[in-house]
């Protein structure tokens, strides 16, 4: 039976928050037990896609994540192989995605950790993010769609999964191979077996529930269905109080762990990333889920988002924590965002003439 | 009764299809789905918007029964 509905969502959300809080206990950075955007940021790092020396780990979560989604999927024919929903556009908009989340600095899933932590910044991306959902949800409603995806073999539906546990055994075997950053956030980790362990689980609960954090804003947008929003309410209100009794809560804007308060780039980098996952379907943390059950569309989306990430610090777009965004972070948050409206608008005007 | 053929379409476009199609078929209609999370999301809808839903296996996917 699956976990469905309010009950299960608010039960999910609730360990997602535990473990974010344990996961910073034992040694990842403050308000980051998890952030997919950073996470996948800090592995391109480490796989020496990007050289940025605070930001390279493989992180061991994400690599969870995809496996704990595809082993339970597996195990309760969830399983689901399929692609061929415009790979190439979900590859562009995963990776404005990254961008525009590196340039906030954090995921969805981040952004509510740090609101658990009393950083303001994220209620500001908050606003950024809903906004950029709502601009999807009126997209959506007049007909955008990426398109029909059709049955793959369980060859193509495996392939993603697969690699992420190569890349795993190749990290435990030979990890001289990768880059580790010997300072910043890409230095503070938790143990490796932790960090798996807490992907698996989070990997499993989300894979059975579908929680999403843009999805329960849209739901409520498009149409006034508060379920998914459960799990994200949940998540919040759990990292509070795990934060209140591990005495890493500090309301305000100054001086919160991995942030800055460019309040404008924080809400615009939200923007895209709201936007983006509306148009994918999912936000990040979905998008691994998605790829774990099978999907190719999102196991190109998380591609684009790992090559994003690699652009984003490669060409400082990505953001300084305490500075904000630079020049080029600034230009590529509002071309992304450019660019996301015109995919959207052109697909949504084409498919408009197409049902007459 | 009016078919609607969601297949391949991920979550939450069978939903936004559904809602568009019960505005010109007020007594009901069949929406084809093969996505798990829209098999339980269009059923949940239609009765949300004061429907009577049933949900049968056919082929690889669903067939949604909403009426009225």
Redesign the interface.
Known sequence: M?I?GKIGLAICGAIIGIISVALVAFGNPLNMGFCIACFIRDIAGGMHLHTAPIVEYIRPEIIGIILGSFLISVARK?F?P?GG?SPVLRFIIGFVVMVGALVFLGCPLRMVLRLGGGDLNALVGLLGFACGIAIGCFF??QGF?L?????ATRLEGTAFPFMTILLFVVFMAAPSLFLFSESGPGSMHAPVAISLLAGLIVGIIVERT?LCMA?GI??II????F?LISGFAAIFVFTLIGNLITGNFHLGFADQPVSHSAHLWNFLGMVAVGLGSVML?GCPLRQLILAGEGSGDSAIAVLGMLVGAAFAHNFSLASSAGVGPGIGGKIATVVGILLLLAISSIITMRNRRADG | MVEIDCRGLSCPEPVIRTKKALKDNADGLDVIVDDRAARENVPRYAEAAGFKASVQEEGDGWRVKIRK
Do not use: H, V
């Not at chain 1, 498009?222 to 269905?225: E, F, N």
């Open positions: 699956r469905s969830d689901n399929r929903s959506l409603s769609s398109g029909r995806s059709y049955k579908r999805g849209r739901d498009l149409i006034r269905d379920t379907g």
